[in-house]
């Protein structure tokens, strides 16, 4: 015998409405999928390290022609914020006070996959992808690589590139500008 049942899916709003009163921790790491909170693990020392590798090589190379931004929400849909670990965003004067920022206004974001990759790649990749965010990297930390994925058409990345330590990269926005992996990656 099969049960059928409705899930109650989440907005934003509902979203940022219960983490202002608390219902959600502001310590919890969480973010809304389609509608759904999402617990996410606590992050390794490796995972950390590599966040701080990206905010200061990046910060250094494109210096106030981006806003980096780490581990905050990224506003994709109404049912959608996930929180990309590094977001390279268009810069502004007000650094985003007015307004939440979205993939319109992203260069690219980054993941740094360690325990979460198949979820990285398999569910949220797609919804980058569906709501426009022109370029999005994964960090595989448990295979040693960077994913990098490119070049949006219809809801698709066109481009993927799968990178080796011994490699480097440059953002398509950025193309005066060349990371080693092996620096990402530490």
């Not at 502001?26 to 390794?44: H, Q």
């Not at 977001?87 to 985003?96: E, Q, S, T």
Request: proline share 6%.
């Amino acid at each position: 015998m099969r049960i059928e049942v409705e899930k109650k899916l989440f907005t934003v709003d509902e979203y940022h409405r219960m983490c202002e009163t608390g219902i959600i921790g502001f310590e919890e790491r969480t973010e809304l999928i389609d509608g759904e909170i999402i617990k996410m693990a606590s992050p390794s020392t490796r995972h950390v390290a590599c966040a701080n590798r990206a905010n200061t090589f990046f910060t250094e190379a494109f210096g106030r022609r981006a806003i980096v931004s780490i581990q905050n929400p990224l506003l994709l849909d109404l049912y959608n914020e996930p929180q990309p670990d590094v977001a390279v965003l268009k810069p502004r004067p007000d650094f985003y006070t007015s307004t939440r920022f979205t993939p319109e206004h992203a260069f690219f974001v980054v993941e740094i996959s360690e325990s979460s990759f198949a979820f990285d790649r398999k569910i949220k990749l797609p919804r980058y992808a569906r709501c426009g965010a022109p370029e999005v990297w994964i960090e595989d930390l448990r295979h040693d690589q960077l994913l990098v994925f490119r070049d949006l058409e219809n809801d698709v990345y066109r481009t993927s590139l799968t990178l080796h330590r011994d490699e480097s990269i440059s953002p398509m926005a950025f193309p005066d500008v060349a990371f080693e992996v092996s620096d990402l990656l530490g």
